[in-house]
């Protein structure tokens, strides 16, 4: 008798087979995290939401963080932060700040639901927290961006544009004003915060 012999194609379908349960998987576990949030979703509601056992959560991802890095590469390709370079582009600091935070409120509104869920949890989770680090990069980013052709007190200026960025911030200016008009007020308070 022979050994048995594992044609090509049956391993290159076997692959196809694990990739599609591995983005079932992450993408069930990230409209979890959307609806219920990351420290309020169990492997039993991934499971069944995917239409996998638990033991296939498990293999697939058989540490928090694993889980937790899929979910956060999935969301980010389809839900990208703006686009910073075309803000750097805009010569005057007021006009380059207002494009800026109303192109970022405006993605706020778009995914909230996940943001809080996601802000709420990361101080329970340290896995999660520690995915999620790559935002303040962004933000690192964006704020020199936005600093650039200010004149005045830097340091205070940052200061103001940390806090006109904040996810908590808009949350709060957009349960009063609306997405432009919250836009307009905290570049104001940017612009006044160097003088």
């Not at 990230?30 to 995917?50: M, N």
């Not at 996601?118 to 961006?145: K, N």
């Not at 960025?165 to 006044?192: G, I, K």
């Amino acid at each position: 008798m022979s050994p048995k012999v594992t044609r090509p194609y049956e391993k290159r379908r076997r692959a196809e087979s694990e990739l599609e349960t591995r983005r079932r998987i992450t993408e069930a576990t990230v409209e979890l995290h959307r609806t219920v949030g990351p420290a309020r979703t169990t492997v039993s509601a991934i499971a069944q939401l995917a239409g996998v056992q638990r033991a296939t959560v498990y293999r697939h991802f058989p540490e928090d963080a694993d889980l937790f890095a899929a979910c956060s590469a999935h969301w980010v390709g389809a839900h990208p932060y703006p686009a910073p370079d075309a803000w750097a582009a805009l010569r005057e600091p007021k006009q380059r700040t207002h494009t800026a935070l109303g192109e970022l409120y405006a993605y706020y509104r778009t995914v909230e639901p996940m943001l809080a869920n996601v802000r709420r949890d990361a101080q329970l989770l340290p896995e999660l927290a520690r995915v999620t680090a790559g935002a303040h990069a962004y933000f690192e980013t964006v704020g020199e961006i936005l600093v650039a052709g200010w004149a005045g007190d830097a340091t205070r200026r940052r200061a103001a544009l940390a806090v006109a960025m904040d996810f908590a911030t808009w949350q709060t200016l957009s349960r009063r004003v609306s997405d432009s008009d919250a836009a307009a007020l905290m570049t104001r308070m940017v612009a006044c915060a160097g003088c």
